[in-house]
């Protein structure tokens, strides 16, 4: 079965980096768009950002957009999302998600068939 394992999280301060990475497995990786959602306490699930299959066309949250960088290795069956600059609103669970083969363009939490366990950020003040 698809399996998506996070790692990566962690706690940092107000303008520190972290990298999360994503190890996929039961899947052809190369099919799939990859994607990062976050889920702060008491808020919805939203997009952070989005990679295409093969052509490295990404997508960002108007947010993170110069701060996170979202980059994948098909070779490793891994997508990565490096983040700097970080704040505390950036403070969330970490999501790697894959949607159903060859779909691109979409940040609906819906439209994203397979899901990670989530890893934790922290960014404090």
Known sequence: QVQLVE???GSVQAGGSLTLS??????????YTMGWFRQAPGKE???VAAIHRNDERTSYL??????????RDNA????FLQM???????TAVYY????????????VTSDYKYWGQGTQ????S
Request: glycine share 10%; charged share 20%; net charge positive.
């Open 76 to 79: 490793e069956h891994t997508v």
């Open 22 to 31: 994503c190890a996929a497995s039961g899947l052809t990786f190369s099919s």
């Open 62 to 71: 108007d947010s993170v957009r110069g701060r996170f960088t979202i980059s």
């Open 45 to 47: 699930r939203e997009f």
């Open 96 to 107: 790697c998600a894959a949607p159903r083969p060859f779909l691109w363009g979409t940040r």
């Open 121 to 124: 950020v922290t960014v404090s």
């Open 84 to 90: 700097s600059s970080l704040k505390p609103e950036d």
């Open 7 to 9: 790692s990566g999280g």
